[in-house]
């Protein structure tokens, strides 16, 4: 069966430092793999996905990068964090034709 | 005009009671239909997926589509407390899956 992993699962920031959170998926070849942030109370916002390795769409022009340096291993970066990067950031797979995704249990970043 | 529009709620219901959770959608080029369930600071797990229009049944819940009207509708029987959580609608279409569209989720707490 498929798994997918995040870690850190919490990450306290000062503004300014870099980050890197790390999404890995077991069980499958060849997903396409996807970063969300969930703001508190709101709804889902897609941040970058990724369809192959080295292959990478954004949807949210920001500070943040991704990339895709396995077939199954998804980064999120940045290097100087602002307060408004705070969230819930969650990773997602998805290897059917429906589209249909599996969430990974998240990650939440607090930055002050 | 979003593409998909859901009711934030926050809805309460008693223990026992029918949930009926909605979403109304513009492009009728949607096929695929999923609603997930998250609970709090955890990642959204899918509930139930269906395929164009008809109904789903999963024991207690079951999902229903409506093309015609561009509506799809999830019904909970017999609530249950754990039950508590955010529910979010999903779709895409037969082309170009790489991304979900997301409804921004429904906030339902059963009361005991």
């Known amino acids: 069966s498929q798994t997918i992993h995040q870690w850190p699962a919490t990450l306290v920031q000062p503004v300014g430092s870099p980050l890197s959170l790390e999404c890995t998926v077991e069980?499958?070849?060849?997903?396409?793999l996807y970063w969300y942030r969930q703001a508190a109370g709101r709804g889902l916002q897609l941040l970058f996905y990724?369809?192959?390795?080295?292959?990478i769409s954004s949807e949210v022009p920001q500070n943040l990068s991704a990339s895709r340096p396995q077939d199954r291993q998804f980064i999120l970066s940045s290097k100087k964090l602002l307060l408004s990067d705070s969230g819930f950031y969650l990773c997602?797979?998805?290897?059917?034709?429906?589209?249909?995704?599996?969430f990974g249990p998240g990650t939440r970043l607090t930055v002050l | 005009q979003k593409e998909v529009e859901q009711d934030p709620g926050p809805l309460s219901v008693p223990e026992g009671a029918i949930v009926s959770l909605n979403c109304t959608y513009s492009?009728?080029?949607?096929?695929?239909f999923m609603w997930y369930r998250q609970y709090s600071r955890k990642g959204p797990e899918l509930l139930m997926y269906?395929?164009?229009?008809g109904n789903k049944e999963d024991g207690r819940f079951t999902a229903q589509v409506d093309k015609s009207s561009k509506y799809i509708s999830l019904f909970i029987r017999d609530s249950q407390p754990s039950d508590s959580a955010t529910y979010l609608c999903?779709?895409?279409?037969?082309?170009?899956?790489?991304?979900?569209?997301f409804g921004t989720g429904t906030r339902l707490t059963i009361i005991p």
């Open positions: 997602a797979w998805s290897g059917s034709p429906s589209g249909t995704q599996y």
């Open positions: 069980g499958t070849s060849n997903p396409n």
């Open positions: 269906t395929y164009s229009s």
């Open positions: 999903a779709m895409s279409g037969d082309f170009g899956n790489e991304k979900l569209t």
């Open positions: 492009n009728s080029a949607f096929q695929y």
């Open positions: 990724s369809v192959g390795i080295g292959q």
